[in-house]
């Protein structure tokens, strides 16, 4: 567990990412097809009441770290009290 995470890695290079504050706030980051030394979002679970799309716009196309304190945040707020 690392900063509200759960992370597995596989040997493929896919990492899947499970908030310990709301297990639907899962994802999975894989090697990108045409860059392979970049992350990116294969797959993503929904979080109740937040906007997916306007977190992943704001925070992902910056880095992984800012998306998953995004996430990690709202879920804490919510879950963690």
């Given at each position: 567990m690392?900063?509200?995470?759960?992370?597995?890695?596989?040997?493929?290079?896919?990492?899947?990412?499970?908030?310990?504050?709301?297990v639907?706030a899962?994802?999975?980051?894989?090697?990108?097809?045409?860059?392979?030394?970049k992350?990116?979002?294969?797959?993503?679970?929904v979080?109740?009441?937040?906007?997916?799309?306007?977190?992943?716009?704001?925070y992902?196309?910056?880095s992984?770290?800012?998306?998953?304190?995004?996430?990690?945040?709202?879920?804490?707020?919510?879950?963690?009290?």
């Open positions: 690392l900063i509200g995470y759960k992370l597995t890695f596989d040997p493929d290079g896919v990492v899947r990412v499970r908030s310990i504050y709301d639907s899962w994802f999975v980051f894989g090697p990108d097809e045409e860059e392979p030394t992350m990116v979002l294969r797959e993503g679970g979080v109740p009441g937040l906007d997916m799309e306007d977190v992943r716009n704001n992902l196309a910056r992984i770290p800012c998306f998953l304190a995004a996430i990690t945040i709202e879920c804490q707020d919510r879950f963690g009290r």
